[in-house]
């Protein structure tokens, strides 16, 4: 699956993944009121809602971009329905084919990380059939419980051959509270990341592992020194856009040939149509305003790009 | 709810959360037939076994034991029938006056980690009406990406008067990878331990705090310190029995006044009629060989306590 992402990436020419994460705040009006006047303001209201604008944004989109992250707390919300919206949402842009990351950040120990794998990424017997369950081609994995918590999703990986990204250093503000923690002088994430290359030299694609990393934008300098500590694994960046990291910020995270990393935006392209920017395209055509800023997020991470 | 857990915990004289982690491999032959029978070999299928499984233990163990903890990975498996066999499972525990612990190790950032928080323990906003998903009464938490993860928990904890475990020191092996590297001379999952201090003074119960911490069984000598660091935390300890962890390992864990930790054991209980002890029940008899593993561990409990 790394190298169907990689041969999509080069496709589109775009290093871009569209987070779908929606929030009912980010829905227009029109959407929101003919889903409860079928399902009334339920879950399942809810749900159908999420699901009709997703699908929106998707088919707007699907032709400019390799992948897409949904993720599943924004579904989670909304209970078992919620879920089945999830479920919708990743078959569906499997059939678009789009390559799905499945922004779950699970993590657990042994036979536990081993049915969360199975949940996402793999099969579970049932009798004499083996079935999937969500199905999506990439997880996120959290490392804190060490490799008994990662390494069954690296077998899963191997099995199926999907990938992982595995939490190194992440965009939010307080991520520095543990994993900036400093070991003999280095910081618990560099730590994290030499597991990560250890981890991936067992699953090599073409040209990068099965097991990448997730690094914020937020964090450029430290990308910097993450790039060099993994240098086969992809970093997933999230934090480009409404969380502040800009395109010039992302160009640690590339390896020369331009590829490397696959950049993520979540409001930025889905609630598009509430920026002033997009605002001409209006409430009916949210679609189309996310399109556009996908167009723009191209153009911004390719002109970072050339410019270094 | 941690004063329910509290009160629950001393009516019963039981400091025991049976882990809800259901295999198909535990479950009896007869209960898989049938269930295969009416739903195929499908994921319905499993999920009707587990819940027929769950139901039958719950009935025969509930009038013993505080509280329950469904992990919900070993459900998830199944998809979204698999989660439905789990709220199900929540909500017939509840019906049972069982506190019931979601095991879901959920964590991330922001507005996601809440939408998690909402999913888990809170309500969700759908046009007028607030309504709940999965609605467990605790849920377990992963640390890694610091404050900005854990205080939407803490948030809907306080709102909702529910609880939170965060992971502190974990049961297996390899928990040290990372937890614990060596920080000022100090363990990252001392570290933790204070945070969770600091978190649990924002919302304290009448004795203990919502939030509470997980400490594995396997490692005493550590449990011994971080019960000194977070004298007012709950400490869910996993690991017991089939981990390894006994009974006499336990008493680290506990105040003087023999409350503050509460003991999991999952297979040791949910699947007791497989163990050559609890042999003569019979497969048929499954449930009372499941009650017959809480007697023994509640007993065992007991002696290393009266003991120390």
């Known amino acids: 699956m790394i190298n169907k992402l990689v041969q999509k990436i080069k496709g589109t020419g775009a290093s871009i993944v569209a987070g779908l994460d929606p929030m009912l705040s980010y829905i227009p009006e029109s959407i929101l009121k003919k889903a409860f006047a079928e399902y009334g303001e339920t879950l399942e209201g809810a749900a159908e809602a999420i699901w009709q604008f997703n699908k929106e944004i998707i088919d707007n989109i699907c032709d400019l971009i390799p992948a897409v992250k949904p993720q599943i707390a924004m579904y989670e919300q909304f209970g078992v329905e919620g879920l089945k919206a999830f479920q919708k949402t990743v078959n569906y842009c499997k059939e678009k084919d789009l390559v799905v990351i499945g922004d779950v950040k699970r993590g657990d120990i042994g036979s536990t990380s081993a049915a969360y794998a199975t949940a996402h990424l793999g099969k579970v017997t049932v009798g004499e059939k083996r079935l999937s369950a969500f199905d999506e081609d990439f997880a996120t994995v959290n490392p804190y419980l060490g490799s008994d918590g990662v390494k069954p ?7 199926e051959k999907k990938g992982i990204f595995v939490l190194v250093k992440t965009s939010n503000p307080s991520s520095g509270e543990f994993q900036d ?5 280095r910081p618990l994430y560099e730590y994290v990341g030499e597991k990560v290359d250890e981890w991936g030299k067992e699953c090599m694609g073409d040209s990068y592992s099965y097991v990448g990393a997730v ?3 937020t964090y450029p300098e430290m990308g910097k020194i993450l790039r060099k500590i993994m240098p086969k694994a992809y970093i997933l960046v999230p934090g480009y856009g409404a969380q502040g990291g800009k395109g010039a910020d992302l160009v640690h995270f590339f390896n020369e040939d331009g590829l490397g990393a696959i950049v993520n935006s979540s409001r930025g392209i889905i609630a598009a149509w509430q920026q002033e920017k997009y605002a001409k395209f209006g409430a009916e055509h949210f679609g189309e305003a996310s399109r556009a800023a996908v167009l723009d997020m191209r153009e911004d991470i390719a002109q ?3 410019s270094r």
């Open 153 to 159: 999703f690296v077998e899963v990986c191997k099995k």
């Open 181 to 185: 923690r400093l070991i003999n002088g």
């Open 215 to 217: 690094v914020g934008a």
């Open 304 to 306: 970072a790009l050339e």
